[in-house]
Nanobody, 119 residues
């Protein structure tokens, strides 16, 4: 079992920045990939970014490339997402997720943190 706790959300103006954190606990040695997703009412949860725990390689959805940066601290079992140049369409609940043992899917999810970008 892996437990995930997000923090760092809040209200920010257009063009501002926020840094989200996700702390993992439990069987963290089994984590192979961590990702960030976001959800807005009426839409499906969408992928935002992910990082492979083994080599630190990253991937992003097109709409956040060049503005968001995902990073990980293996020693602290924590993943971060620095979000710059925020836009109103970035508003949503952001969830952290973990894949374990290269299963191919995210089995564990955090409770979510709200990000609101006001114009």
């Amino acid at each position: 079992q892996v437990q995930l706790v997000e923090s760092g959300g809040g209200l920010v103006q257009v063009g501002g920045s926020l840094r989200l954190s996700c702390a993992a606990s439990g069987h963290t040695l089994t984590i192979s990939r961590m990702g960030w997703f976001r959800e807005v009412p009426g839409k499906d949860r969408e992928f935002v970014a992910r990082i492979l725990w083994r080599d630190g390689s990253t991937d992003y959805t097109n709409s956040v490339k060049g503005r968001f940066t995902i990073s990980g601290d293996n020693a602290k079992n924590t993943v971060y997402m620095q979000m710059n140049s925020l836009k109103p369409e970035d508003t949503g609940v952001y969830y952290c997720a973990a894949e374990v043992a290269h299963s191919g899917s995210y089995e564990y999810w955090g409770q979510g943190t709200q990000v609101t970008v006001s114009s």
